[in-house]
């Protein structure tokens, strides 16, 4: 795989996909939505890191379904969201760059051919060209708010398995939190209240554990209201599953957002 790794300075071609896409970069409501593993796409450069096109449509690739749920949520809710151009194998865009899941060489046991025996300008190339923008892209967005002294909220929207390890998982909804509840409980709350919905309070995990990057930095470290939103990837297969999802979100956060903006 070596001649997949090493191809200088400059990973992105011109016939790559942007690194980052803004949905609904006007939208009205003071939040910004994030969808950090978004895609399955690989660039062109590091021909699919050797996996064949299942391997690349399975969960270690993308949270299936959870980019189209973020973008219909964004049209409902009018708000901004950013989501990242490559997949997490390429580079993980929620984890810490020190983190020894930034950049796997196995997952799920799946061996991940492009990413073996790395070297530093290698990893970098991918950090710089892939994970940057769509931080950048997130900070600016933010800094936009700033501008005009409106501190919105960040709703991310993530996926989870049905199964992991041979363990059924029932949540059809978890909603990950840490110290900050003011979007969190009363979502557990309207979410629960639904008739039929199996909810998870920090399930299938706890956003206690702390190990996710987009969150941490961009909200909790700066004091922004936060939560994450898992959702089990088998709800949102199909795009009658990923409309019925968004559309629950958005009649839940929907009054949740417009409180926080009226304080």
């Known amino acids: ?24 970069p006007d939208g009205a409501r003071v939040a910004l939505l994030v969808c950090d593993h978004a895609t ?26 959870a980019a189209e749920v973020t973008r219909e949520l964004a049209r409902l809710l009018d708000a901004p969201a950013v989501l990242p151009g490559y997949s997490r194998l390429v580079v ?10 930034s950049i ?13 025996d790395l070297t530093e300008a290698d990893r970098r190339v991918r950090i710089d060209e892939c994970f940057w923008p769509y931080h950048r892209r997130i900070g600016a967005g933010l800094a936009g708010f700033a501008m005009r002294d409106i501190r919105p909220a960040i709703i991310s929207v993530h996926g989870f398995t049905p ?10 909804v978890g909603v990950l939190w840490d110290g900050d509840s003011r979007i969190a ?7 629960s209240a639904r008739a039929g919905l199996v909810v998870g309070d920090n399930e299938p995990y706890s956003g206690r554990q702390r190990y996710g990057y987009t969150i941490e930095v ?9 939560v994450l939103v898992e959702i089990r990837e088998d709800l949102v297969a199909d795009a009658d599953g990923q409309l019925r999802i968004a559309s629950l979100l958005a009649e839940t956060l929907a009054p949740i957002m417009s409180g926080l903006e009226e304080t």
């Open 104 to 116: 796997v060489a196995l997952s799920d046991g799946v061996e991940i051919p492009g990413n073996r």
């Open 185 to 191: 409980q009363p979502l557990l709350a309207a979410l």
């Open 218 to 226: 961009h909200a909790t470290e700066t004091g922004l209201a936060n």
């Open 1 to 24: 795989m070596d001649d997949i790794k090493k191809r200088g300075s400059t990973l992105l071609g011109p016939s790559d996909p942007a690194p980052v896409t803004v949905v609904n």
């Open 40 to 65: 399955n796409a690989v660039p062109a450069a590091l021909q699919g890191l050797g996996l064949t096109e299942r391997d690349l449509h399975h969960h270690i690739a993308l949270d299936i379904g």
């Open 92 to 101: 993980d865009c929620n984890r810490r760059l020190e983190h020894p899941s």
């Open 163 to 172: 199964v992991l390890n041979g363990t059924e998982r029932p949540w059809h």
